[in-house]
């Protein structure tokens, strides 16, 4: 190992040397030294031995970054190139892929903006609802290409990943004792109230070869649309975890970030189309996501061991990842909020808007009727449908599946958050028997606007799941709505006026 290291340390220099290459950068990390030059990325395996990996060996460094490229390049192609030869000549000199006896390996990729991860963006300012979708989707796509596996393993591990973040916490006594063993037990208890949930879900097949660590400096923006790279190539058997596990670590950072609206929006997007079976594990994602900040808080206290390190900002960072984990492995208890009203004023943006801020964390599950209504069809969200799939039967239909859904997720202890216009009586008091089947309470939100506003919005919509147009709504008005029971808002003005009223309601229980 020593004399890998000596010539490890030579290549670094040679790599290093601006003489030969002008402009090259060196970034450090515990297992690797990347090496940026121009639009090319040089990624070496450091010649190290720790419990969960063995880069000891020329041999083991070549397969391990055989292996990268193997597990990432179906995610980031445009990133993940080859693995090239580090080369020696008859002089000594280092060559990148040269004609001599190969004494290094390295994993070549293109070299992306490095300001344009999900970090660098979080801390510039909010992430938008485009972006925050394209990044559910993403995740969504490698999920649907990752191989299943035996669940068994996975469920097993859990117990020894509480335990190994209670011990890591504990190092250099940087972190309150107590605390720590206070979410090392609610981790524990928090793991025996869902084990039966996951050994079925290893059964479903949700237990895969993911990505595995899916922090927001894992993703990153090439021509606007979100890349996830550097997935876990070392320990298959550390990626291999619930899909939703594997999610949680972007949902956490994404809070930790101070991305709520983000976090709620990935969360939506991923539910909207993956497995509707996602709805009966959402009382899996607080612990999921407390085991990934406690990672992250173990990690940021890793660094304080590296020369020239911010301990402040370390520490910092540490203890912010660390009281997130344990807000987030006591959630709230939840509830249901309804939001009703006639086509056009608004429903859906209030929806979306009220969702992040609803706890648990990251916020209410929103179901939808228009969406709904396109999936009993097998429609995507935008295409029309025919007026027959507005006859009674069927809107009675999407009424039950509604409520389906929004039980299903209550019953997991999370909030939920129904949109459809409800101009029935009938509809409302199944949404309160509802709320009182679960046991939450129900917050029940009626919007009002005159017709001139509505059709003036809904004349404005493009690519959006509703189909009524500015007749449909002339038609509503004639609706016999009845008594409401609910508070009626005033929708009329913007959607933060809307917001604002409909926030103010729901505190004082109107």
């Known amino acids: 190992m020593m004399d890998n290291a000596a010539t490890q340390e030579r290549i670094f220099a040679a790599l290093s040397d601006p003489a030969t290459h002008p402009g090259a950068m060196r970034i450090d990390t515990h297992a690797a030294s990347v090496f940026l030059e121009g639009t090319r990325a040089l990624k070496i395996k450091r010649a190290v031995l720790f419990p969960f990996l063995d880069y000891s060996t020329l041999e083991r460094r070549k397969a391990a970054c055989e292996e990268e490229i193997r597990i990432n390049r179906p ?37 992306f903006d490095e300001s344009r991860t999900l970090d660098h963006l979080a801390k510039a300012g909010p992430l938008d609802a485009d972006l925050a979708s394209a990044i559910a989707d993403a995740i969504a796509r490698s999920h649907a290409i990752a191989t299943p596996a035996d669940g068994n393993a996975w469920v097993s591990s859990i117990p020894a990943l509480i335990e190994g973040n209670t011990a890591g916490l504990r190092n250099g006594n940087h972190l309150a004792a107590a605390e720590i063993e206070q979410l090392g037990r609610a981790s524990d208890e928090a793991f025996d109230r869902i084990r039966v949930l996951l050994d079925e879900r290893g059964r479903q097949g949700f237990v895969r070869r993911c990505h595995g660590d899916l922090h927001l400096a894992n993703i990153v923006l090439i021509e606007q649309q979100p890349v996830l790279f550097d997935a876990v190539e070392f320990d298959a058997a550390l990626a291999t975890v619930d899909v939703l596990y ?92 309804a939001v009703g009203g006639l086509s056009g004023t608004g429903k859906s943006v209030l929806a979306r808007a009220l969702a992040p801020a609803v706890t648990p964390e990251p916020g209410a599950v929103v179901l939808r009727s228009d969406v709904i209504r396109k999936r009993l069809f097998g429609v995507k969200d935008a295409d029309r449908l025919p007026p027959s799939a507005y006859q009674p039967d069927v809107t009675a239909r999407v009424y039950e ?31 309160a028997a509802l709320a009182r089947e679960c046991n939450v309470p129900l917050a029940g939100l009626f919007l009002v606007a005159d017709l001139a506003t509505r059709q003036a919005r809904i004349g404005s919509r493009r690519g959006d799941a509703s189909d009524a147009t500015q007749e449909v709504a002339a038609l509503q008005e004639h609706y016999n709505i009845g008594h409401v029971g609910w508070a009626c808002i005033d929708a009329s003005g913007t959607p933060e006026q809307t917001l604002q009223r409909c926030r103010r309601a729901i505190a004082e229980g109107r």
């Not at 030869?85 to 280092?94: F, H, I, M, N």
């Not at 949902?251 to 009966?280: F, G, K, W």
């Not at 209550?410 to 459809?420: E, F, N, R, T």
């Open 75 to 111: 995610l980031a192609p445009q990133i993940y190139q080859r693995v090239v030869a580090l080369t020696e000549g008859p002089d000594g000199t280092v060559e990148v892929g040269g004609r001599g006896k190969p004494i290094e390996y390295a994993v070549e990729m293109f070299r």
């Open 246 to 337: 594997d999610l949680a670590f972007t949902l956490m950072d994404l809070l930790r970030h101070d991305q709520p609206l983000a976090a709620n929006a990935v969360l939506n997007q991923y539910l909207a189309t993956t497995p509707l079976e996602h709805l009966d594990a959402l009382r899996a994602l607080p612990l999921f996501m407390s085991i990934r900040a406690a990672i992250r808080a173990q990690v940021a206290l890793a660094r304080l061991n590296r020369p020239h390190s911010d301990r402040p900002g370390i520490l910092d960072d540490a203890s912010r990842y660390f009281g997130l984990a344990q807000v987030l492995i006591n959630p709230p208890a939840p509830r249901l909020i």
């Open 401 to 431: 599946t509604l409520a389906q859904h929004a039980r299903r997720v209550l019953k997991q202890g999370h909030s939920a958050i129904v949109d459809a216009v409800f101009a029935r009586e009938s509809e409302r008091d199944e949404v």
